[in-house]
């Protein structure tokens, strides 16, 4: 598979590029991991608070998905290409193991939660580095942490005392 630069908008650089994709291609892993799980955890989730994680559990992997799309959107527009194939992101992601089968809700959303926190630690490393990298990129990383604090937050109120 080729990973030479493709000709792009001229303003970006090979070192823009280059150092975008270094903060952006660990996200896209994170959360194409982040759907995967989160739709396991959705398709198992069990207990009396059962319809309302169940439905939160698929916008989570909604939002994961489009933010997945728009990091890899971006590198790809700088003109690189990204691996994102399953034995790539079950190889490099960040987050944890889902426990299998069947879980009662209270310990489904500790586990997803803890996901999120494991992305969010990715997406916020990058938009620490891209800080310095490219602007238009780390808004791209401030748009993801902002929609999963947002879906971490819904998750989490289930069970906040």
């Known amino acids: 598979m080729p990973t030479t630069q493709t000709p792009s908008d001229l303003s970006t650089t090979p070192e ?7 903060f952006l291609t660990p996200v896209v892993l994170d ?29 989570l992997v ?11 959107e971006r590198v790809v527009a700088l003109g690189l290409p990204l691996d994102s194939r399953l ?17 009662q809700w209270p310990d489904t959303v500790a586990e997803v939660v803890a996901l ?12 620490t ?3 310095t990298v490219d602007l238009s990129s780390q808004d ?3 748009e993801i942490e902002r929609g999963l604090t947002k879906d971490r937050w819904l998750l989490q109120a289930h069970v906040a005392q």
């Open 16 to 22: 823009i590029a280059a150092g975008a994709a270094q």
């Open 31 to 59: 959360l194409e991991a982040l759907v995967v799980n989160g739709k396991q955890a959705h398709w198992h989730v069990r207990g009396g608070s059962f319809i309302g994680v169940h439905e939160l559990l698929d916008d």
């Open 62 to 72: 909604t939002h994961a998905q489009e933010y997945a799309d728009t990091a890899a």
């Open 87 to 103: 034995a790539t992101v079950a190889a490099k992601t960040t987050l944890p193991a889902l426990s299998d089968g069947f879980q």
């Open 116 to 127: 999120i926190d494991a992305a969010l630690v990715t997406v916020r490393t990058a938009v």
């Open 129 to 131: 580095g891209l800080d």
């Open 140 to 142: 791209v990383a401030i």
